[in-house]
């Protein structure tokens, strides 16, 4: 079992900035491919940000240019930078890790953000 753990999350100004962590082992963060999704009330999960063990990263429409995926294997942590936040960004947020064929999560951070 791979234990996913999720921080960061908080209250902000549109406008502002929040950096999430995502921890796990060491080696499963290394290797895995990890994913941020987010999750607003009444709505279905969505894919914000993706960074493979190769370090390419990905990211949809809606986010790219404002936020930034990232890996610290040192750390064992994987970071979600995000600028510019709006309104529509506010929801919980949750980090996918698929690894060994397998996928797991963490048990997400709310990010609030205030118009």
């Known amino acids: 079992q791979v234990h996913v753990v999720e921080s960061g999350g908080g209250l902000v100004q549109a406008g502002g900035s929040l950096r999430l962590s995502c921890t796990a082992s060491?080696?499963?963060?290394?290797?895995?491919?990890i994913r941020w999704y987010r999750q607003a009330p009444g709505k279905q999960r969505e894919f914000v940000a993706g960074?493979?063990?190769?370090?390419?990263?990905n990211y949809p429409a809606s986010v790219k240019g404002r936020f930034t995926i990232s890996r610290d294997n040192a750390k064992s942590t994987v970071y979600l930078q995000m600028d510019s936040l709006k309104f529509e960004d506010t929801g919980v947020y949750f980090c996918?890790?698929?690894?060994?064929?397998?996928?797991?999560w963490g048990q997400g951070t709310q990010v609030t953000v205030s118009s």
């Open positions: 060491r080696s499963v963060l290394s290797t895995g491919a």
């Open positions: 996918n890790i698929f690894w060994l064929g397998q996928n797991f």
């Open positions: 960074i493979g063990s190769d370090g390419t990263t």
